[in-house]
């Protein structure tokens, strides 16, 4: 399959249309006239993208959580709980992994299992099996914004829906979906899905309804923060030529304050000045910034100590939203009231702090800064020339050559050389960069600042240090 950075045409889009509504029977409630009037009739508070383009105005932080049960009545439930009891801002459905995978069969029968047993059999809800009707009375019993979770190769049927019923967001991009939630998808596949999906949001657009598209350049756990910058921005460069015109950046925090809040500051600046390059100027970004991916502390009150340092990242780097894990990260799949408990807490902090002038030291921060842009620079820099100009085509081909590649891929077609490590501070750096295009001067910042931990707790930084990085918070420190 070849593909390109090219916007579909309107053929090749109402074609394809046709074989993913026709993939399972409830694809055919699915009328775009219909849903883009459903859309204007709902209140400006109730979309995403507008929501948080208000937030970037008045410099507001928006508190967002998620959930996923089987049982319609059950989700409606959840989402009006964590909306009156969590005081959230904005509310995000879980999609089961049958549906996610394609599985529409099986996650009806798992359905009508858990709906008929009172055990949960699958995870998440299946909206391709409730279909638009269905789903419109979950987002019309709630007051807020709800966004599509999850990420999968192949988004497609779920965006159609999802947003005919009135979800206003969806998560997932092209490279995160190759690389961390599939094994034998090749990236020219779920790269063309979601340019189906990207070209869907770019007709509501057109149509005057914003649909905001979540992107993450990776699952953040041990990964230096230029290789997800770098996937972010290329897969924004594909959703902005297939319209979409309001992407929010998701940023991991991982622990170190300085470089976490680096992150949150230069990503958006970076993307923004790639848009330009290529044309694209009317899209508005926003960041979101998310906990700690990694394992959770089992102890509660530990993992309200995670949820206020990942919130105190979103407050000091001025991101429009915060994502907010719960305090049973660790230990289940979240209860309501665990789920708005977590929202709450995050919600004081945001009132306590949001006025303050706190200040990093600067010196630090701009150090992270800098660093951060010359890696990112380099990569995206080299898959742009990769591709004579078209990220796309650079993409796949920076795969095969280990140029983009990923920490803890589940891809096999992934180089998978990349190893990150904390240093003596607790900041993620490249223990190997693998066929990452960087100069002298990056390679020797990284390996100096693991010398400097290397040096502190006298023993050599190896895989076991992986290893050690990747429980360290569970267990009570960043750098054990």
């Known amino acids: 399959m070849e593909i390109r950075n090219k916007r579909l045409n309107d053929d090749e889009f109402r074609q394809e249309r046709e074989k993913v509504l026709a993939m399972w029977p409830t694809g055919k409630e699915v009328d775009l006239d219909e849903a883009v009037e459903f859309h204007k009739s709902l209140p400006p508070s109730k979309n995403h993208a507008k929501k948080v383009a208000v937030a970037k105005e008045t410099g507001a932080i928006l508190t967002r959580s998620d959930s996923g049960v089987p049982s319609i009545e059950e ?7 964590l909306q009156d009891e969590g005081e959230c801002d904005l509310l995000g459905t879980i999609i089961d992994s049958f549906t996610r995978t394609g599985r529409f069969e099986e996650a009806e029968q798992g359905l009508k299992k858990s709906l008929r047993t009172g055990k949960w059999l699958i995870n998440g809800f299946p909206i391709v099996d409730y279909g638009v009707a269905k789903t419109r009375k979950l987002v019309e019993a ?10 999968a190769p192949d988004w497609r049927l779920i965006a159609e829906i999802g947003i005919a019923a009135g979800y206003t967001a969806s998560a997932g991009a092209p490279m995160i979906s190759f690389s961390q939630f599939c094994r034998d998808v ?16 770019g007709y509501y657009e057109e149509a005057g309804v914003p649909i905001l598209s979540e992107i993450s350049g990776g699952v953040g ?32 925090v991982q622990g170190n304050l300085a470089q976490d809040v680096a992150a949150i500051v230069i990503l958006p600046k970076l993307c923004q000045g790639y ?3 290529f044309g694209y100027r009317d899209v508005t970004l926003t960041v979101v910034s998310t906990s700690w991916s990694g394992k959770f502390p089992d102890d509660p009150a530990q993992a309200f100590a995670m949820i206020c340092l990942g919130v105190t990242a979103a407050i000091l780097g001025k991101a429009q939203v915060a994502h907010v894990k719960t305090i049973q990260e660790a230990i289940t799949i979240p209860k309501k009231e665990a ?48 591709g004579d100009g078209d990220v796309v085509i650079g993409a796949i081909k920076a795969v095969k050559l280990g140029v983009l590649d990923q920490v803890f891929p589940t891809n096999r077609y992934v180089a998978s050389r990349v190893m990150g490590v904390r240093d003596n501070e607790g900041a993620v750096r490249y223990l190997d960069h693998g066929n990452l295009p960087f100069t002298k001067e990056i390679v020797d910042f990284h390996r100096g600042k693991i010398a400097e931990r290397e040096k502190a707790h006298g023993k050599k930084v190896d895989y076991e240090s992986i290893v050690d990085d990747l429980f360290a918070i569970s267990r009570g420190s960043l750098v054990t």
């Open 339 to 386: 789920n708005a408990a977590s929202l709450r807490v995050a919600k004081k902090v945001i009132d306590i702090l949001k006025n303050q002038k706190i200040q990093l030291d600067s010196k630090v921060t701009e150090i992270e800064m800098k660093m951060q842009e010359l890696e990112t620079k380099a990569i995206v820099d080299r898959v742009i020339e990769l």
């Open 142 to 151: 709630v007051d807020l914004p709800v966004k599509l979770r999850g990420i």
């Open 275 to 277: 848009l330009d390059r």
């Open 186 to 201: 090749p990236l020219e596949i779920t790269t063309r899905n979601f340019q189906y999906m990207y070209r869907l949001m």
């Open 75 to 81: 989700q409606t439930e959840y989402l009006k709980y």
């Open 221 to 252: 756990v041990l990964t230096p923060n230029s290789l997800t910058h770098a996937i972010a921005i290329i897969d924004s460069l594909n959703a902005a030529e297939q319209g979409v015109k309001n992407i929010c950046l998701m940023v991991h």
